[in-house]
């Protein structure tokens, strides 16, 4: 988010937009929220669209990974992070994701996160 000119969060769920207004204060990071069901949406006003742990479902990662390319076909990039779940080390899309960046959890994470110990950014290589 460093020198973005603007940065929308968004989340369906209002408690999960609760943890970003929070978040967002403990880091005095300025940034607008959304509740908005986005997913299949474009908006030629992104440059970059990062999808934050959202493969955790079978069925919604197919509902996701067909956004991908259309929003890299907008000239929009993609980064998914993600900490190595099964629904998407599975599917066709893992093929075109390039790991930028891998850390391992912290302890306060592992605890509910069976088993996942690491956490990943990859970028959509069309
Ligand atoms: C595993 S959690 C990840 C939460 C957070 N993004 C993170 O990385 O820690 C998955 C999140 O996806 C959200 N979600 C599900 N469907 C969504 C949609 N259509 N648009 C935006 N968020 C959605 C859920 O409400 C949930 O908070």
């Not at 929070?22 to 607008?32: P, V």
């Not at 629904?87 to 069976?114: D, Q, T």
Request: glycine share 8%; hydrophobic share 40%.
């Amino acid at each position: 988010m460093i020198g973005a000119r603007s940065v929308v969060a968004n989340d369906i769920d209002k408690v999960a937009i609760g943890a970003i207004n929070l978040n967002a204060a403990a880091n005095q990071t300025e940034l607008s929220v959304s509740s908005e069901n986005l997913i299949g949406s474009i908006d030629l006003n992104w440059n970059i669209v990062l999808l934050g742990d959202m493969f955790y479902d079978r069925h919604f990662v197919d509902v996701v990974s067909d956004w991908i390319p259309k929003l890299s076909n907008n000239n929009i990039s993609v980064y998914v992070g993600d900490p190595g779940r099964l629904p998407l080390i599975n599917h066709p899309l893992s093929s075109k994701l390039e790991m930028v960046f891998k850390c391992e959890l912290p302890e306060e994470c592992l605890k509910g996160n069976n088993g996942m110990n690491s956490g990943y950014v990859w970028k959509y290589k069309p």
